[in-house]
């Protein structure tokens, strides 16, 4: 693929998103009732679909696309007010080796999920996920923000380039984006009661974090559905190419422990740089245990809202309770 046809991929992908026009509510003006019942439409939701719903139904998909569109939040990031930091506090906002990687993984995401909705027949399924890809681009346009209204320098972002493979793209960023959002539940959970940041700069990242929830529920379902209709021999080459994108996946976080440290970038391998990240945004020392014990908890409180009939993504979090079962085991003590 050449450079121009690329680029002219990419443009004809953010033109696409810049004309969609999400689900629209009743304006209303903003005032606190109203962030809270913003907030409150976007975590909790029941589907009005009666019975039961099997993986792979007209009902299953209706649902999905129904939690989707109701639950969607409607805020905007160029009225967000960024509270005043003291000197210590944006020392350590400055400092977290994260903004580059977010900033350009929101901006790979939306075009992974764009590209792959434009791929699909199913209309309704189709503009599902293409209010998953705004979304994504919403959030890069509220780090974006942050990092302007605190004087963060970023690096130039490269090029983004269209996927050659849109299913592939979509699944490497819908599982990367599940792991990404488990621990993020529970960081998020640590700055919140920490007092490292203030409350407001918190406060105002929590309808991105219950998007990331609502995106990853999003994923697991359509996991669900697209795997219950494809025929028993197209099943079989989509489970090989599922393994290969989680050896894909495993490859990427080995290189991405490989340069992240503490202080930002090293050219040793840094094994324990989830923990690192938690020691940027609280004083407690906490061990990676307590970390994943907490990163569960939280995982299971920001889905508790939504309709049970629902797949919830399980692979991350039943490895780490896995892991926390082995773990109490080794360390039992020896009679």
């Not at 209706?62 to 506090?89: G, K």
């Amino acid at each position: 693929m050449s450079a121009d046809v690329g680029n002219g991929q990419v443009g004809e992908i953010e033109e696409m998103l810049s004309a969609f026009i999400p689900t629209q509510r009743p304006v209303e003006p903003v005032t606190p009732e109203t962030l809270a019942a913003a907030h409150r439409i976007s975590r909790q939701w029941i589907s009005s679909e009666v019975g039961t719903l099997p993986a792979g139904t007209p009902a299953h998909r209706r649902a999905i696309c129904a939690m989707f569109s109701e639950t969607f939040n409607p805020y905007r990031p160029s009225v967000i007010i960024w509270p005043e930091l003291d000197a210590d506090q944006l020392q350590r906002l400055k400092s977290l080796p994260i903004w580059d990687i977010a900033v350009q993984t929101e901006g790979r995401a939306q075009l992974h999920f764009a590209a792959y909705a434009n791929s699909l027949e199913d209309a309704d399924m189709r503009t599902t996920i293409l209010l998953n890809a705004w979304e994504e681009n919403r959030h890069k346009q509220v780090l974006s923000k942050l990092v302007e209204a605190y004087g963060i320098k970023l690096l130039e972002e490269p090029p983004y380039k269209p996927p050659r493979d849109v299913e592939w793209a979509f699944l490497v960023t819908g599982y990367s984006e599940c792991i990404d959002s488990f621990f993020a539940f529970g960081l998020f959970d640590l700055a919140r009661r920490s007092g490292f940041f203030p409350t407001e700069l918190v406060e105002t990242f929590e309808p991105v974090i219950q998007e990331e929830c609502r995106h990853i529920l999003l994923f697991a379902n359509w996991l669900a559905w697209h795997r219950a209709n494809l025929p028993w021999w197209r099943r079989l080459f989509f489970e090989l190419r599922v393994a290969a994108v989680w050896i894909h996946i495993g490859w990427l976080r080995a290189r991405m422990a490989w340069t992240m440290s503490p202080a930002g970038k090293t050219d040793t391998p840094d094994p324990n740089f989830t923990l690192h990240g938690a020691k940027s945004v609280t004083p407690i020392d906490l061990g990676f245990r307590d970390l994943v014990a907490l990163c569960l908890t939280e995982n299971d409180r920001r889905f508790a809202g939504y309709d049970s009939r629902l797949v919830r993504p399980t692979a991350i979090p039943s490895l780490f309770r896995f892991m926390l079962g082995i773990s109490k085991i080794w360390m039992r003590p020896k009679r």
